[in-house]
């Protein structure tokens, strides 16, 4: 019983956490202004321009870190916030999603790869779920195995994001260094709005393999218990 405490407060406490130090970190230094005066479209707009990549749009959209890369459209998207204003949040933010334009133009391996996992990630979590639940109360451990295998898509969706997450931040530091956006002393408040964003994927890996793990176990047991 208390292991199932301790596993049903990590699944729900870890994502928790990760939004909080993401939310928080962003809002202390989306107050801190950039030496440099860039606001986050000029961020991004600059080093789009320093790769040959002019055909790729910036545009603003509402809400608060509603940042993203459309591949489809290739629109760096960027918050309001970061988009008009001139914050070290906005920089790293903005380069980030820059990142993933680098990434699209330079067809990143796991960039590519998440892409076609898109499609088979969202059905299998619309209905691994059903599956398993069926599987569960009606003891049908095929059911269950099934619901399992639907679900470890979206887990191999969840592993596969985070290398993706993790080169766009490093070539947004890279490029905001080498472009001369950020000075020396801003580096540091740069990476902790980076590392921020990134533990929010973390996170989310993590319970989904914890839960893969606990349903394969139940299988287990139930495959055990029928021998």
Known sequence: MGMYIVYFAIIMLLPLYAQMKVKSTYKKFAKVPAEKGMTGAQVARHILDQHGLSDVRVVPTQGILA???????KTVALSEDNYYN????????????VGHALQHAEAYSFLTLRAKLVPVANISSNLSWVFVMIGIFS??????LLGIALLAA????????????FDASKRAMNEVVSLGII????????RKVLNAAA????????????????????YTGMNNSDD
């Open 183 to 190: 000075g020396n002393n801003e580096e540091r408040a740069a």
């Open 86 to 97: 001139s914050s070290i949040a906005g920089i790293a933010v903005a380069a980030h999603e």
């Open 154 to 165: 979206g887990v191999v969706f969840q592993i596969v994001t985070l290398p993706v997450e």
């Open 139 to 144: 003891s049908m451990s095929g059911m269950l």
């Open 67 to 73: 940042d993203h890369y459309n591949p489809a459209t």
């Open 199 to 218: 533990m929010t994927y973390v996170a989310a890996a993590a319970v989904a393999v914890l839960e893969l793990v606990r349903l394969i176990l139940i």
